[in-house]
């Protein structure tokens, strides 16, 4: 079957410009994540849910930025009045159950690359 | 909390020969231990992961790693390394015990070169 998809693949922005990343999950599976990853880094926890309801969102470096989930499928990450460190891959992941990715194994998408100018 | 450690920035190998990248951890609990790997411009992509039980355990392409928990390592290997495993390769962990944080941690990864 299909695997995790994203887009757009690459973004570029000006400076408080807003974006919206999207991610479609494998079919029927539970939970999402979203990752940021930086240049050089490995990917760092932004948020998670469980179908449409978002269990932890305390990765999220600041109030601009946004997940939903609505239908407990297709997610979107909203990143409001962007600003240059925000720059980054924006991965998501999902996983088949709701054990909040302890055991499950996650399977990401392609990524998001975003510039922001 | 919970962290990882991976200490090689970037481990060359000729092909053929074994290869080893290093991931330390460090977790108040009893941790869940996962190995990604990255080629450019895609996504993450699971090699294996330790739960329980076992401590070798083997996973896609040929890779296995080893959960020491006296050293608190989680080596990934493999006896002999081919050019296409040359890629990004992340380490993570996940703690285990309830209350914890269920969401994985991830090194910063290590690219691994295999020469012809």
């Known amino acids: 079957g299909a695997g995790v998809s994203q887009s757009p693949r690459y973004k570029v922005a000006k400076r408080g410009q807003d974006v919206a990343l999207r991610c479609d999950p494998i079919s029927g599976h539970v939970s999402l994540f979203w990752y940021q990853q930086a240049l050089g880094q490995g990917p760092e926890f932004l948020t998670y849910f469980q179908n449409e309801a978002q269990l932890d969102k305390s990765g999220l470096p600041s109030d601009r930025f946004f997940a939903e989930r609505p239908e407990g499928s297709v997610s979107t990450l909203k990143i409001q009045r962007t600003q240059q460190e925000d720059s980054a891959v924006y991965l998501c992941a999902s996983s088949l159950r709701t054990s909040g990715g302890s055991t499950d194994t996650q399977y990401f998408g392609p990524g998001t690359r975003l510039t922001v100018l | 909390a919970q962290s990882v450690a991976q200490p090689e920035d970037q481990v060359n190998v000729a092909e053929g020969n074994p290869l080893t990248v290093k991931c330390t951890y460090s977790?108040?609990?009893?941790?869940?231990l996962f190995w990604y790997v990255q080629y450019p411009n895609r996504g993450l992509q699971f090699l294996l992961k330790?739960?329980?039980?076992?401590?070798l355990v083997k996973g896609s392409y040929g890779f296995e790693a080893e959960f020491n928990k006296s050293q608190t390592s989680f080596h990934l290997k493999k006896p002999s390394a081919l050019v296409s495993d040359s890629a990004l390769y992340f380490c993570a962990v996940s703690l285990r015990e309830s209350g914890g944080s269920y969401i994985p941690t991830f090194g910063r990864g290590t690219s691994l070169i295999v020469h012809p």
């Open positions: 330790y739960i329980t039980g076992d401590n």
């Open positions: 977790v108040s609990g009893n941790p869940y």
